[in-house]
């Protein structure tokens, strides 16, 4: 009996850098059985989403997109540490990777002996978490379309962080990340009309070297304001 991937509370590594790719539940029900990027590789259909609502994520560029919303605290990586013990949610931290190990996908810094070093296998994530992290095209219609309530609603500084981890996220994978591209971005992932994003753009300070909105103080939604002697 085949599973159904929608009743799925579980995803794979690889699972998920399908999803993230190509929004395809059908596609994610495929890579059930793969454990590795490079078993990945191999399958086909594999295309990035296109559209207007967003850049597409390439294959290649899905593991630190995934990373990038981990350490964010976007989405929760769970894994066993060491291949020990039992699943649980592994803590953030800034200088880890996903790589290939004794064929699976592990968590790991960038040493090349594991027998030294921590890193987590058995990895999986909650299958609403990526749904609700990266939306499907039909799901980023219908939050554009309905406005959201005041109780819901991000605040400046959350929509401002965001456009700052898409632009870096844009400009590490090469591509274009001009404001508009920016503000569509949010408006995705928040649900946002356009002139409520520009409207929070507009009020934020200027970065003198790129024209961007400055990062904001840590534990408020005021930017850091640097004072010129």
């Not at 609700?132 to 401002?160: F, M």
Request: charged content about 30%; overall charge positive.
């Amino acid at each position: 009996m085949t599973e159904d991937v929608s009743s799925s509370l579980w995803w794979s590594i690889p699972q998920v850098f399908v999803w993230i790719v190509t929004r395809s539940e059908s596609k994610v029900l495929r890579a059930g059985s793969l454990r590795t990027t490079a078993s990945l590789l191999r399958m086909t259909g594999i295309r990035s989403l296109s559209g207007p609502e967003e850049p597409s994520v390439t294959l290649a560029a899905a593991p630190d997109e995934l990373v990038r919303a981990w350490q964010a605290r976007r989405i929760a990586l769970y894994g066993r540490a060491r291949g020990k013990g039992p699943s649980r949610s592994i803590p953030g931290r800034g200088d880890l990777r996903l790589r290939d190990y004794r064929g699976e996908l592990c968590l790991c810094d960038r040493t090349l002996y594991f027998d030294t070093r921590q890193f987590w296998s058995s990895l999986s994530v909650r299958a609403d978490d990526c749904r609700r992290c990266w939306p499907a095209l039909a799901d980023r219609r219908t939050r554009t379309a309905r406005p959201l309530t005041a109780a819901c609603r991000p605040s400046d500084g959350e929509v401002l962080a965001l456009i700052e981890e898409k632009r870096k996220a844009f400009r590490a994978d090469r591509k274009r990340a001009g404001r508009d591209v920016l503000l569509r971005a949010a408006m995705n992932h928040f649900g946002l009309s356009r002139k409520v994003v520009l409207d929070i753009w507009n009020s934020a300070p200027r970065d003198r070297k790129g024209g961007r909105p400055k990062k904001a103080r840590p534990g408020t939604d005021r930017p850091i304001v640097k004072r010129v002697r």
